[in-house]
C-alpha cells in the first residue's frame, strides 16, 4: 500500500491501522455469509401416531413435516437467515424426505408478515394454454373415473413452487439463493432415511410402478419399496438443485429439466397432456390482497384478525364462514367437555360446514376467470349473511345444504359435484426480527401424477410432478348446461382448500399463530379445529392439534376413528347425522406467541416437529 509524501507519521499509522481494520472486518463479513450445513443425526421415526408435547422456543421457530426439513429451516434461521429462508430451505428438503406430498413440482401459497403488513404470494399451478373444459371427458363427453385423471399427463399443472418461492426470497430473503439450496442438495447426495411416513405411502401406492424412473428410485429388484430407515441418495435431485441454485425458477421454465418436463407430460402412454415449454416459461405468480376478517370469540371477549388466502383457495373464505355461523349460534360459548367436542357442538359445528361447502361448491374459482358475488368475496362473510344462513341450523341435521345468495343476485354458475382432493404440507416460520411465514404446499394427490423427473437423462430418481389439473371440475357443466365456477380452462388455476393462516390480536396488531394442515378439502376444518381449540377453548397448539378431527364436506358427518366415544355418535345418529368414522391424517404445524417467546405443535399423526433455540 502506498501513501502519498505529504502523509505525515500520525497519518500513516492511522491509515495503515483503518486499511486492517477493514480488511478484518471484510472477513469477518465474508465469514458470517458463509453456511456449512452440518446433516443432523437420523435415528429412525416411531411408526404410526406419537405424543408430542409441544415446543417451547425462544428468538425464533420453524415448524414443518419432517424432522430434516425442520432441521434445514432452523440451520438457515441460525445463520441470520429469515423466515423467508427458512420456508425455502425446509420445501427443498420436502422434495426430497416427503416427496408424495410436495416439492418444486407443485405449487403453493405463501403467506408473509414482516411486522406491518400481510402479504399473499399466490404460486398455484397454471392449466396448459390448450387446456379446455372437456379435458378431462372421455370419447362419450362423460367425465373420466377419478383416478384415471389423476394417473395421467392431462392432471399436470404448470408447476408454481420454485417460481412464488423465488418472488417472496427477492422481497424478504436475506441470504444468497443457492445457499438455501444446499441442506437438499447434501442430503440428496449422501442420503436420507426413509421414515415410516413415506414407507406407509409407498406401501399402499398402486401406480408409482408405472413409471420406470420412479419405480427405479422407490422400489427394489423385485418392485418392493425399501424398507423404513433404507438410506435413499436421490443425486439426479441434487443435481436438478444444482441448476436451481444458479438460475432460479428458470432452472424449470428452460433448459434440460423444463424439456424433460414437456416430454413426460406429452408422452404419456395412454392419456398425454398438452403442456408446451411456452407454458412453463409464461408462468407468472400473482400477488394477491390477503383475505383478512375480524373473528369476536364469545368465550373470551376478546377479537382476533385472522388472515388467510383468497381465491383461488376456498379455505380462508369457508373458516370464516363456519366462524361466523357458529358465532350466530349456542355453540359459539361451548367449551370441551372432558377434553372433548361434545355431541352438541359437533352438530353446529357439522351443519355450519355443510353450509360452507355448499357455497364453496357454487361460487369459488379462479378469480380472474369467475367473478365473486357481487363483486367481492366477503359478501361471503358479511355479517347479516352469516346470521341468515345460520338460521337454517335447526335441531336436526341438513344432510345436504344449498347454496346461499350472499349478493343477493343471481348467479350465472352451477354447483360443482363433489369430487375427492388430497394431499399437501405445512410449513410455519418465525424469525428473530418477527417476520412470519405460513405456507401451504402440494402435489395434490398422493405422489401426485406419478411421473417423475430429472435432467432428463432417464435415470432414477428426481422429482414428481402435481396432479393438481384434478382440483378443477371434470364437468364442465350441470345437466341444464349451466357452467360450473371451477371448470377447466387455459391459464387458469384451479380451486384449493389449501389455508394457510396468520392471527393477529385485533386491538395491539400483534402477531398471535402462524399455522395451517394438508389434508385436502379436511384442510379446512383441520385449520378450522386448531383456530377454535385455542382461541375459544384456550388450548396451547400442540392441545389444539391433538383434538380429534371432525368435519362434513356437505354430506356425512366424518369423525376421525376410535377418537370420540360412542354416546357421541349415537347422540349424533338421533339428530340425523350419517356418521361415518374414517382416518382423519392430519399434519397441523402451528406457532403461537407467547410472553417469553414461541411455542410450536407439530402433528402426532404424522412426523412433523418445531425448532428454535431453547428458554
Not at 377479537?303 to 379455505?315: D, E, I, N
Not at 422429482?463 to 371440475?473: K, R
Request: charged content about 20%; aromatic content about 6%; hydrophobic content about 40%.
Amino acid at each position: 500500500m502506498r501513501f502519498p509524501k505529504s502523509c505525515n507519521k500520525r497519518v500513516l499509522v492511522a491509515a495503515a491501522v483503518a486499511a486492517v481494520l477493514a480488511s478484518v472486518l471484510s472477513a469477518c463479513a465474508l465469514k458470517q455469509k458463509t453456511f456449512n450445513y452440518a446433516t443432523p443425526d437420523q435415528p429412525n421415526d416411531p411408526v404410526g401416531y406419537q405424543d408430542k408435547p409441544g415446543w417451547a422456543t425462544q428468538g425464533f421457530a420453524v415448524a414443518a413435516a419432517n424432522p430434516l426439513a425442520t432441521d434445514a429451516g432452523y440451520q438457515i434461521l441460525m445463520a441470520g437467515g429469515s423466515a423467508i429462508d427458512a420456508a425455502i430451505a425446509v420445501q427443498m428438503v420436502l422434495t426430497l424426505v416427503e416427496p408424495q406430498s410436495s416439492g418444486i413440482g407443485g405449487g403453493a401459497f405463501v403467506l408473509h408478515h414482516d411486522g406491518k403488513k400481510v402479504e399473499a404470494y399466490d404460486g398455484r399451478e397454471l392449466a396448459p394454454a390448450a387446456a379446455t373444459d372437456k379435458l378431462f371427458l372421455d370419447a362419450q363427453g362423460k367425465p373420466l373415473p377419478f383416478i384415471e385423471g389423476v394417473v395421467s399427463g392431462l392432471s399436470v399443472g404448470v408447476p408454481g413452487t420454485l417460481s412464488v418461492l423465488e418472488t417472496a426470497h427477492k422481497e424478504h430473503g436475506k441470504l444468497p439463493w443457492a445457499t438455501l439450496m444446499q441442506p437438499a442438495i447434501q442430503l440428496a447426495e449422501q442420503g436420507f432415511k426413509l421414515s415410516p411416513h413415506l414407507h406407509r405411502a409407498l406401501m399402499a401406492e398402486k401406480f408409482l410402478m408405472n413409471d420406470a424412473v420412479a419405480a427405479s428410485y422407490f422400489f427394489d429388484g423385485q418392485g418392493k419399496p425399501f424398507p423404513i430407515g433404507h438410506v435413499l441418495k436421490n443425486p439426479e435431485l441434487a443435481a436438478v438443485l444444482r441448476d436451481v441454485a444458479k438460475r432460479g425458477a428458470q432452472a424449470l421454465q428452460q433448459g434440460p429439466v423444463a424439456e424433460a418436463i414437456v416430454q413426460k407430460v406429452r408422452n404419456h402412454p395412454q392419456r398425454p397432456g398438452s403442456m408446451t415449454l411456452q407454458d412453463l416459461a409464461n408462468y407468472k405468480v400473482k400477488k394477491r390482497e390477503p383475505l383478512c376478517f375480524d373473528h369476536a370469540v364469545q368465550t373470551t371477549g376478546k377479537t382476533f384478525q385472522l388472515c388467510g388466502f383468497p381465491p383461488p383457495s376456498s379455505g380462508t373464505l369457508a373458516i370464516g364462514q363456519m366462524l361466523g355461523i357458529l358465532n350466530n349460534t349456542p355453540a359459539g360459548k361451548m367449551s370441551l367437555e372432558q377434553g372433548l367436542p361434545s355431541s352438541e357442538w359437533l352438530h353446529f359445528y357439522t351443519e355450519a360446514a355443510r353450509l360452507a361447502f355448499a357455497d364453496r361448491g357454487q361460487f369459488v374459482g379462479d378469480p380472474d376467470y369467475v367473478k365473486a358475488p357481487g363483486g367481492d368475496w366477503k359478501t361471503m362473510l358479511h355479517p347479516s349473511y352469516l346470521q341468515q344462513r345460520s338460521g337454517l341450523i335447526g335441531a336436526q341435521s341438513m344432510k345436504v345444504a344449498q347454496p346461499g345468495n350472499p349478493a343477493e343476485s343471481k348467479t350465472a354458475y352451477a354447483p360443482m359435484p363433489a369430487q375427492e382432493e388430497y394431499g399437501t404440507s405445512h410449513i410455519s416460520v418465525v424469525d428473530k426480527n418477527g417476520n412470519a411465514v405460513a405456507m401451504t404446499t402440494t402435489i395434490e394427490a398422493v405422489f401426485g401424477s406419478r411421473l417423475m423427473v430429472n435432467s432428463g437423462q432417464g435415470r432414477s430418481g428426481g422429482f414428481l410432478l402435481n396432479n393438481e389439473l384434478t382440483d378443477f371440475s371434470f364437468a364442465p357443466t350441470d345437466a341444464k348446461g349451466l357452467p360450473i365456477a371451477n371448470r377447466v380452462e387455459g391459464g387458469k388455476r384451479p380451486r384449493s382448500s389449501m389455508s394457510p393462516t396468520l392471527v393477529f390480536e385485533k386491538d395491539s396488531g400483534k402477531l398471535k399463530m402462524t399455522g395451517g394442515s394438508p389434508g385436502g378439502a379436511v384442510i379446512i376444518h383441520y385449520t378450522g379445529k386448531l383456530l377454535i381449540g385455542t382461541l375459544q377453548w384456550g388450548l396451547n397448539t400442540q392441545q389444539a392439534i391433538n383434538l380429534p378431527n371432525f368435519s362434513s364436506l356437505n354430506g356425512p358427518t366424518i369423525l376421525e376413528e376410535k377418537r370420540f366415544p360412542e354416546s357421541t355418535i349415537k347422540a349424533l345418529q338421533s339428530k340425523g347425522h350419517d356418521v361415518r368414522e374414517t382416518p382423519l391424517p392430519s399434519g397441523l404445524q402451528a406457532i403461537e406467541v407467547t410472553p417469553t417467546g414461541f411455542f410450536g405443535g407439530a402433528d402426532p399423526r404424522r412426523e412433523g416437529i418445531v425448532m428454535g433455540p431453547k428458554p
